[in-house]
């Protein structure tokens, strides 16, 4: 014969299991996904870990040896758990909340026996009160992975999967996903135009500073249309100041397509300017940058002037740009300064200059000579119209303006008149120091007094 409930009994029953769904409901509104009014009730219960935490996958126990190599990552969130509860007539005074089915996304908790065992439990330590919310919490702060001894030491967390090699990327894009979604739904203030935007319509960046895209897109915009590289960063004043640059992800996520190929070779021609060892493969197609090669040879064997293009993979002489013609052939570029100087230092139409034609070819002479006198008178312009950098050695002229100067390579600050560094904190100290040769000098004033001529018509006095 069937046990013969109380009507009073159900009706009380009936009431707390209304009365714990309706605040479960209020509490929870995002996790409840279905109608609670049917005495079952299905949850969909994200696990925060409440910061970073380390994960280490390991392969279940299994009768065979394992194939999987334990995978290690770090993160604050886990796929949520799926949860069907059904609410018998006598719960919560007499009997305990009964699970239709947990299951795990991505099946990342294995197995799921134990939770419910842990469920059970609560509801027991309870005395007969409603446990939904208490069940709710425990798994949305991640506290039951404690309590299911599921933590190696007191930041890792151990997880037992038959495949932690593909379990590992699907928890990692689950959380970069669920952060996504959380941004896009909150507003932020652009710490540029001061307004506030939905997160969709802006960008966190690694620093953490967030900008809105159309305040990005056109800073970002000007600077590398006027090729300033290095501006192309956070515009926070203490990440100016640190010099923080943009990484290739944030930069493509807001400017053009055309903007971002531009921003990737200026940020080459920069590494090659820095880097003097670096040539520029020669075929018209690729001209990408290659970098020396580690050799352990000397310079007087050869191998040092051999360049291969990673991208093309040419290999060419980083001396005359010309096909690798191995370290004992001579470089005729390599040498051509002397060979000029050997050439003009004779006298014309003599043997000598005869014999060098003969040995190179006249078009080539002639290139060779052109190519040193410009070469020469360059570097007289240089030295007339610039100002070395005393940081990068780079040359800068002055248009107009006072004789601090700040050198858009390296900020070094310096004194273009005599080539002296500058503190950064007191530039100006230079020019105010009595006694130093640019005292009183930091603006240089061209007299007219020198070419004065008397207006005709009128006598001088």
Known sequence: ?????????????????????EVLEAIY???????????????EIPVELG???????????????????????????LPPLLLHITLPDTYPLQASPQLSLIRSTHSWLFPTTRLEDLIVEKWSEQSGEGVLCDVVELIRSGAFLDDLDMYQDHDTILLQHPTPQLLAPLLTSFETSARSDEFNQNSYSCSVCLSYFKGSKCLELSCKHIFCRSCLEDFWGLCITEGDVTRVGCPDPECVKEGRAANEEEVARVVSK???????????????????????????FCQKPVPKPQITESEESGWHRLRTCSSCSYSF?????????????????????????????????????RAIETRYGRTIIAKMVGAYQEEQAFKQWLADSSTP????????????GCNHMTCTKCKQH?????????????????????GSRCYNKLFDFISDNDGWQPVEGFDAL
């Not at 001579?330 to 230092?345: G, K, N, R």
């Not at 310096?414 to 120091?433: I, M, N, V, W």
């Open 414 to 434: 310096f004194c273009y008149r005599c080539g002296t560094k500058l503190s950064a904190a007191s530039p100006y100290q230079h020019f105010s120091t009595p």
């Open 258 to 284: 055309e903007s971002l190929v531009r921003w990737q070779w200026l940020k080459e021609k920069v590494m090659m300017e820095r880097d003097p060892t670096i040539s520029i493969c020669p075929m018209v």
């Open 317 to 353: 002489c980083s001396f005359c740009k010309r096909t690798w013609h191995g370290p004992v052939s001579p470089c005729p570029i390599s040498s051509y300064e002397t060979v000029v100087l050997d050439y003009l230092a004779l006298p014309e139409h003599s043997p000598g200059r």
């Open 51 to 77: 910061g970073p935490h380390d994960i280490l996958l390991t392969n279940i126990v299994q009768a065979g040896p394992s194939t999987s190599s334990p995978q290690s990552l770090t993160l604050t969130l």
């Open 29 to 43: 509104p995002d996790y409840v996904s279905n109608d609670t009014s049917s005495g079952s009730v299905k949850l």
């Open 1 to 21: 014969m069937p046990e013969t409930v109380d009507s009073g009994l159900l009706k009380e029953c009936i009431e707390l299991q209304i009365e714990e769904l």
């Open 389 to 400: 950098c005393p940081g990068c050695n780079v040359h800068i002229e002055k248009s107009v």
